[in-house]
């Protein structure tokens, strides 16, 4: 199993940053993959950015994020950034984080496990 844990969500005007966390524990050899998802209030979830586990690094981004959103991780901390810059009103939802076991996937239905969510709220 894979536990995965978001942090660093919360309120920020349109046009500034965060940066979101995912902390990994359990069997993090088994993980392929890492993703951000988001969910706003009555939409689907949707896919964010991805980027694979191993050392050499693959990345995917939505083309609404191209060029504001950087994904990264530090495999030393088993933990999966996404840093969010040049936020808009539309960003505002509930982020999660998800990892994949085996392949490359970039859709929610491809994910095997959850965290609980962080919620961004970007104001105008």
């Known amino acids: 199993q894979v536990q995965l844990v978001e942090s660093g969500g919360g309120l920020v005007q349109a046009g500034g940053s965060l940066r979101l966390s995912c902390t990994i524990s359990?069997?993090?050899?088994?993980?392929?993959?890492m993703g951000w998802f988001r969910q706003a209030p009555g939409k689907e979830r949707e896919s964010v950015a991805a980027i694979t586990w191993s050392a050499f690094s693959t990345t995917y981004y939505a083309d609404s994020v191209k060029g504001r959103f950087t994904i990264s991780r530090d495999k030393a901390k088993n933990t999966v950034y996404l840093q969010m810059n040049s936020l808009k009103p539309e960003d505002t939802a509930l982020y999660y984080c998800?990892?994949?076991?085996?392949?490359?996937?970039?859709?929610?239905?491809?994910?095997?496990?959850w965290g609980q969510g962080t919620q961004v709220t970007v104001s105008s």
């Open positions: 998800a990892a994949k076991r085996t392949g490359w996937g970039t859709t929610p239905r491809e994910f095997d496990y």
């Open positions: 359990g069997r993090t050899f088994s993980i392929y993959a």
